[in-house]
T-cell receptor
Framework: KAGVTQTPRYLIKTRGQQVTLSCSPI?????VSWYQQTPGQGLQFLFEYFSETQRNKGNFPGRFSGRQFSNSRSEMNVSTLELGDSALYLC?????????????FGEGSRLTVL | AQSVTQLGSHVSVSEGALVLLRCNYS??????LFWYVQYPNQGLQLLLK??????LVKGINGFEAEFKKSETSFHLTKPSAHMSDAAEYFCAVSVRGNEKLTFGTGTRLTIIP
């Protein structure tokens, strides 16, 4: 079956702009998590959604937000972009992480902020 | 709170040699432990996981890991390295009822021909 799909794969923005990233989970998966990966900070948890509800949130400023739709697809939004937001944003899906914690990752969206 | 420490940000081994990547965790409750691999410009792929039961876990591509509670370790091994094993490896921990994974800083594995 198809894996986790993230769009766009690459994008370039300038400081102050906003960006929306999209994630389509594996069919049947109801949990979607987002992670930020940077060389300096490594992999950091942003938030997790299950059945359209945010269940957990990492330690990121309010400029980072997300949502999940009834078909389990998810989007994350970053407003007022800063240079430090340049990163690989990874989406992961799971049947329900509360059972096993196992995540299936997409290939990521690489954001460059100029 | 959980945490993971991966010893060695870079590890080089010769093709055919033993691969050993070290991971120590900290958790106040029984953990779930994972090893993920990341190839360049790709997402993370699960190698293996420990949740409960047998402490020696076998994964894909010939990798295995042993959960040692007394040592709070979950080291990843492979008896014979292949060139295709060159990648970055991440150890991660979670606990039942908590949705997020806490990752280590990663170990970049280089295979010497």
């Amino acid at each position: 079956k198809a894996g986790v799909t993230q769009t766009p794969r690459y994008l370039i923005k300038t400081r102050g702009q906003q960006v929306t990233l999209s994630c389509s989970p594996i069919s049947g998966h109801r949990s979607v998590s987002w992670y930020q990966q940077t060389p300096g900070q490594g992999l950091q948890f942003l938030f997790e959604y299950f059945s359209e509800t945010q269940r957990n949130k990492g330690n990121f400023p309010g400029r980072f937000s997300g949502r999940q739709f009834s078909n389990s697809r998810s989007e994350m939004n970053v407003s007022t972009l800063e240079l430090g937001d340049s990163a690989l944003y990874l989406c992961a899906s799971s049947l329900d992480t509360r059972n096993t914690g196992e995540l299936f990752f997409g290939e990521g969206s690489r954001l460059t902020v100029l | 709170a959980q945490s993971v420490t991966q010893l060695g940000s870079h590890v080089s081994v010769s093709e055919g040699a033993l691969v050993l990547l070290r991971c120590n965790y900290s958790s106040s409750v029984p953990p779930y432990l994972f090893w993920y691999v990341q190839y360049p410009n790709q997402g993370l792929q699960l190698l293996l996981k420990y949740t409960t039961g047998a402490t020696l876990v076998k994964g894909i591509n010939g990798f295995e890991a042993e959960f040692k509670k007394s040592e709070t370790s979950f080291h990843l091994t492979k008896p014979s390295a292949h060139m295709s094993d060159a990648a970055e490896y991440f150890c991660a921990v979670s606990v039942r009822g908590n949705e997020k994974l806490t990752f280590g800083t990663g170990t970049r594995l280089t295979i010497i021909p």
